[in-house]
């Protein structure tokens, strides 16, 4: 443990078993937090559940979709009920897809991926917001991306776009709410980070998602300009800790 910033807090990570979340939920619990590390994959959550008990820490770890209300309820019961009330929520997992020109888009598809990147971060802020407003201290960070910021940036990912666009407002309109109570909700742009989402686009069919938007990610890795989840995550965990709200945090 480096640091007691939020010794003995409760933090729940979403997406928390690779690429940046991992990160966040690895700093948060050297913090002192307490962590439940949520995402669809258990083998994934149970490796960064070992590492944090490995340093000393507490975590658990539950498997859930973000992209289901139901699950997202449960979710938040277990883990108050196992850790006591959510205190640092952030709000990481988020789904690239569906990629492509858009009049070639199964609708369902880009309402899953509303579901997940915007549904699921507001249903599980409003969850956990009560009892934080009630103890008067609170923290909830909203990744987003560089594209809400240029959404011409990124043609071909309409659903991404608009959706992180979307979590964005959100985060901001809500700010204005909390101001004063000590809970605060703020935006996080982690930059471009050298994770599986990255590779996942790099492996799709240029024909289909179209040449310039795999091009722009081919490029990216082969600048080695990516950077690692970790240094990505440390530009959070370094706001986190303040009283900020209503900022955006953009590592870019
Ligand atoms: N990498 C970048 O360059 C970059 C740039 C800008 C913004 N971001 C944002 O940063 C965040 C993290 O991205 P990353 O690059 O670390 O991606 P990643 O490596 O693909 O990790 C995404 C995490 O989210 C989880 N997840 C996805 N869908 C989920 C669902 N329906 N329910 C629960 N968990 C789900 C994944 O686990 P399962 O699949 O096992 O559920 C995984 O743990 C995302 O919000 C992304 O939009 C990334």
Same mark, same amino acid.
């Given at each position: 443990?480096?640091?007691d910033? !939020?010794?003995g807090r409760?933090?729940?990570v979403?997406?928390?078993?690779r690429?940046i979340g991992?990160?966040?939920?690895?700093g948060?619990?050297?913090? @002192?937090?307490a962590?439940?590390?949520?995402?669809?994959?258990?083998?994934?959550?149970?490796?960064?559940?070992?590492?944090? =008990?490995?340093? %000393?820490?507490?975590?658990?770890? #539950?498997?859930?979709?973000v992209?289901?209300?139901?699950?997202?309820?449960?979710?938040?019961? =277990?883990?108050?009920?196992?850790?006591?009330?959510?205190?640092?929520?952030?709000?990481?997992?988020?789904?690239v897809?569906?990629?492509?020109?858009s009049?070639?888009i199964?609708p369902?598809?880009?309402?899953?991926?509303?579901r997940i990147?915007?549904?699921?971060? #507001?249903t599980?802020?409003?969850?956990?917001?009560?009892?934080? $407003?009630e103890?008067?201290?609170?923290r $909830?960070?909203?990744?987003?991306s @560089?594209?809400?910021?240029?959404?011409?940036?990124m $043609?071909g990912?309409?659903?991404?776009?608009a959706?992180?666009?979307?979590?964005?407002?959100?985060?901001l309109?809500?700010?204005?709410?909390?101001?004063g109570?000590?809970?605060t909700?703020?935006v !996080?742009?982690?930059?471009?980070?050298?994770?599986?989402?990255?590779?996942?686009?790099r492996k799709?069919d240029?024909?289909?998602?179209?040449?310039?938007?795999?091009? =722009? !990610?081919i490029?990216?890795?082969?600048?080695?300009?990516?950077?690692?989840?970790?240094?990505?995550?440390?530009?959070?965990?370094?706001?986190?800790? %303040? =009283?900020a709200?209503g900022e955006?945090?953009?590592?870019?």
């Amino acid at each position: 443990m480096t640091t007691d910033a !939020f010794d003995g807090r409760v933090a729940l990570v979403t997406g928390a078993g690779r690429g940046i979340g991992r990160a966040i939920a690895l700093g948060l619990a050297s913090d @002192g937090a307490a962590v439940a590390l949520v995402s669809r994959t258990e083998a994934e959550l149970n490796a960064v559940a070992a590492e944090v =008990r490995a340093q %000393g820490g507490t975590a658990l770890a #539950v498997a859930a979709d973000v992209g289901d209300t139901d699950q997202i309820r449960e979710l938040v019961s =277990r883990v108050t009920t196992e850790l006591g009330p959510v205190e640092i929520l952030i709000n990481n997992a988020a789904v690239v897809w569906p990629l492509g020109p858009s009049a070639t888009i199964d609708p369902a598809d880009w309402e899953q991926a509303a579901r997940i990147n915007v549904i699921g971060p #507001v249903t599980l802020s409003l969850a956990v917001l009560p009892p934080m $407003i009630e103890r008067g201290w609170g923290r $909830i960070a909203n990744v987003s991306s @560089g594209v809400a910021a240029n959404p011409a940036a990124m $043609i071909g990912a309409n659903a991404y776009t608009a959706t992180k666009t979307a979590l964005e407002a959100h985060t901001l309109n809500l700010s204005g709410e909390l101001a004063g109570t000590g809970v605060t909700v703020n935006v !996080f742009r982690p930059g471009t980070v050298d994770t599986a989402m990255q590779g996942w686009i790099r492996k799709q069919d240029p024909e289909r998602i179209g040449t310039a938007l795999h091009e =722009r !990610f081919i490029t990216m890795q082969q600048s080695g300009t990516l950077i690692t989840p970790e240094r990505s995550a440390s530009v959070l965990l370094e706001h986190i800790r %303040g =009283r900020a709200n209503g900022e955006i945090w953009d590592v870019s």
